[in-house]
């Protein structure tokens, strides 16, 4: 692995994915923008909170016959609690995202085409989005199901974007009738829609998972 220093403090700085232009230092929590070699301080990032997930930068694993290793983090939090979204290197050049939330995992690929449906225009450009919201996606009806006014808590790794701590995010998210998971979300990059299911870490044949005082991996998992 790669490593370039610091711009703020000089630490190495791991390049896990040359194709994500943002990495959170892990000695400063300096936000860096990187440009081939070049690496330019842009902000602050907050020290991540303690959290009790396995899943850790370098854990990796497999589904169908994609291959992926977990690249970077960012951890939102809202009134009511907070949830992890962990950014997966995929082997298909897809970037997928792994949502965490108490104990549960989701595992999404981005759609930007649902954007333009009719339903979704409104939020697409900055209007509320209601629950109850329908959409029928390749046979499935997704239904509004939670609408989140959340802030960026802190970040690590690599990431596509830029997440200073206290960065605001609007989430909805959607179920499907037949198990499907649809989010859509706005903040001050633009908006997003990323669909995919609920999945668990032995289904991913996850690897490299992070030692837990109280908790033994799983055999399946070893």
């Known amino acids: 692995m790669a490593e370039l220093p610091c711009p703020s403090c000089g630490a190495?700085?791991?390049v896990r994915s040359a194709a994500l232009p943002y990495v959170t230092c892990a000695y400063c929590q300096t936000l860096i923008r990187r440009e081939g070699e070049a690496l330019s301080a842009i902000g602050k990032s907050a020290v991540l909170p303690f959290d009790v997930s396995p899943i850790q930068l370098g854990s990796a694993g497999r589904f169908s016959l994609i291959r992926f290793r977990v690249v970077g983090r960012v951890r939102w939090g809202w009134s009511d609690g907070s949830w992890n979204e962990w950014l997966l290197d995929c082997s298909d050049g897809t970037p997928r995202w792994l949502g965490e939330a108490m104990g549960s995992f989701m595992l999404t690929a981005e759609q930007p085409d649902l954007l333009e449906r009719r339903e979704l225009a409104g939020f697409a450009a900055g209007g509320p989005l209601h629950l109850r919201t329908r959409l029928a996606i390749e046979g499935e009806v997704y239904v509004a199901c939670d609408i989140k006014e959340a802030k960026c808590l802190g970040s690590e790794g690599d990431l596509p974007r830029p997440t200073p701590e206290g960065?605001?995010?609007?989430?909805?998210?959607?179920?499907?009738?037949?198990?499907?998971?649809l989010s859509v979300q706005r903040d001050a990059e633009g908006v997003s829609a990323w669909r995919g299911n609920a999945v668990d870490l032995a289904a991913l044949n996850t690897v490299d998972l992070r030692q837990i005082e109280g908790w033994t991996i799983p055999a399946a998992l070893r």
Do not use: Q
């Open 12 to 14: 190495p700085v791991p």
């Open 167 to 181: 960065t605001p995010l609007t989430s909805v998210d959607f179920r499907g009738t037949a198990g499907g998971f």
